[in-house]
């Protein structure tokens, strides 16, 4: 069996899924692969202020209506509310040290709030992506998108003008030419693996493991703190309506919850930790994890695996070609992240974004190469930017005022980010997480180096911790639009 298109896209997830949707509005013919079988588990669920709003505009520019109600919690609910998700209000950080209970110190120098929103209406969302990528893929093939699912591909094949991808589905071999593909298989997938890329390696991001899954039955953090903790002012929204993450020395555990009574948790890891707590064994790891930590072994006491928990040997990822002759990567299979921040949606999003534009530009050969070869650039610079800033933050696990300090980084580049792209701005703030705004990505690039240089060994100078505290408002300072700046705030940031 041989069929031609314009266009193929290998995986539907939410990326390839979109990516197909917009190259049909712009008449181009579409085939979308797809390994498994939805419903499927997939991680990466938490989405962001900037995600959304990337959501939106690929919405709105490419006239998907049935997209948009997906960028918001309000709409979500009263649109497609048999679609799984969370309610996000905002970043919920506590420290935990290893050994005692979360000590909820009434100055709050122990946690992080950062609100995303003001109330619920607009608020963001975590996506229960077995809903959410199957909902997705329908609409796709709602739109004249070929679908296929169960399909083994076996190689690519490249020809003068277009490439041929080899596959077999239910015994049959299938010869699929098209003029572009796209890959939207994760890390490490089809056209990395078919082509023999090199991984490249990701400056200042450490070695670290995973291992995570559902569960049903978990306890909240704001009911275990209200029987221990006394604050003079009410929190910015509510702690559980977030991302939460316990942050320990050696790692940091999520929680995100779903409408549908499910809990999304896992935790990241350094290797010195992970093969202590023997991660790799699964179930007994978690629990060995969770002897370490009392207030979260509290919240997950009545807690119940819906599944046998998943161990990830290696989180972060990068490829060291994002983009060929007719062929490019998406961004979540060009590299991943460690998700401390949440970066992956709206990094993925940016990437369909930018290759979107390419497919609705000309259309000649040279033109299309010439582009494809800014995208990779662009996403190799962003996932190199993003794993500095996590490696830096993992550096200082153990010294969470340090670590909120190069946490603000984050917030306050998205936030400007987020602010100027709705004021039509958007030239103001290049690249993710500023990484080409001049006055702030060469500030940022050196306090994560030396937050990583200055904790790499033991006692930290108290000159030299200070020096880079200093380094970091410096920094922030005149990027900080939601107040980070502002000390009377002692770590809780509400939306203004």
């Known amino acids: 069996m041989t069929a031609e298109f314009d266009l193929a896209v290998v995986g539907s997830g939410f990326g390839g899924s979109l990516m197909a949707m917009i190259a049909r509005r712009l008449g181009r013919s579409v085939?979308?692969?797809?390994?498994?079988k939805h419903p499927r588990f997939v991680i990466g669920e938490s989405s962001t202020p900037l995600a959304n709003q990337i959501l939106e505009e690929l919405a709105d520019r490419y006239d998907l209506p049935r997209v948009r109600p997906l960028a918001k919690w309000g709409p979500w609910q009263r649109t497609y509310p048999g679609i799984g998700c969370g309610l996000k209000r905002g970043f919920t950080f506590y420290q935990h040290p290893i050994g005692r209970p979360f000590a909820a110190d009434p100055a709050r120098r122990d946690q992080l709030l950062v609100a995303a929103?003001?109330?619920d209406e607009v608020a963001d969302t975590h996506w229960y992506r077995p809903d959410f990528d199957q909902f997705l893929a329908q609409e796709a093939q709602?739109?004249?998108v070929e679908y296929l699912d169960e399909v083994a591909l076996c190689g690519l094949e490249p020809g003068e003008a277009d490439l041929t991808l080899t596959a077999q589905k239910g015994g049959k071999n299938l010869r699929i030419r098209c003029k572009l593909v796209l890959d939207a298989s994760g890390p490490r997938g089809f056209i990395h693996r078919a082509l023999a890329l090199p991984e490249a390696p990701l400056e200042m991001s450490p070695p670290t493991q995973g291992l995570y899954g559902h569960f049903t039955d978990v306890g909240k953090m704001a009911d275990l703190l209200a029987s221990r903790a006394r604050f003079d002012e009410t929190p910015p929204y509510p702690v559980d309506a977030a991302a939460v993450h316990h942050i320990f020395d050696g790692g940091w555990i999520w929680v995100l919850r779903f409408n549908n009574g499910l809990t999304s948790a896992g935790v990241a890891?350094?290797?010195?930790?992970?093969?202590a707590l023997k991660l790799a064994d699964g179930t007994p790891g978690w629990a060995r994890l969770l002897e370490r930590l009392p207030t979260v072994r509290e919240q997950f006491a009545t807690a119940r695996m819906q599944f046998p928990l998943v161990h990830a040997p290696r989180l972060a990822f990068a490829t060291g070609t994002v983009a060929g002759r007719n062929w490019a990567l998406l961004p979540s299979a060009a590299g991943f992240i460690d998700p401390l921040l949440s970066t992956g949606i709206a990094l993925n999003l940016l990437g369909v974004s930018r290759l979107?534009?390419?497919?609705?530009g000309a259309q000649d050969p040279e033109t299309i190469q010439s582009r494809l070869a800014t995208y990779a650039r662009q996403t190799r610079l962003e996932l190199e930017t993003t794993a500095r800033l996590i490696g830096a933050l993992y550096a200082t696990l153990g010294d969470f005022e340090v670590f909120t300090a190069l946490a603000r980084l984050y917030f306050a580049a998205?936030?400007?980010?987020?602010?100027?792209?709705?004021?039509g701005r958007a030239h103001l703030a290049p690249g993710?997480?500023?990484?080409?705004?001049?006055?702030?990505?060469?500030?940022?690039?050196?306090c994560c180096r030396a937050a990583t240089d200055l904790f790499r060994t033991a006692p930290v100078a108290p000159a030299a911790r200070a020096a880079l505290l200093e380094h970091l408002r410096q920094t922030i300072a005149p990027f900080d639009l939601i107040g980070l700046g502002d000390a009377r705030r002692r770590n809780w940031y509400p939306v203004d």
């Open 356 to 360: 979107a534009d390419v497919l609705a």
């Open 414 to 423: 998205v936030s400007f980010t987020e602010i100027n792209r709705r004021l």
């Open 432 to 446: 993710y997480l500023l990484c080409r705004q001049p006055r702030f990505a060469g500030p940022m690039q050196a």
């Open 31 to 36: 085939i979308l692969l797809e390994r498994g």
């Open 117 to 119: 929103s003001a109330r």
């Open 142 to 144: 709602n739109l004249g």
């Open 269 to 275: 890891a350094t290797d010195a930790l992970a093969r």
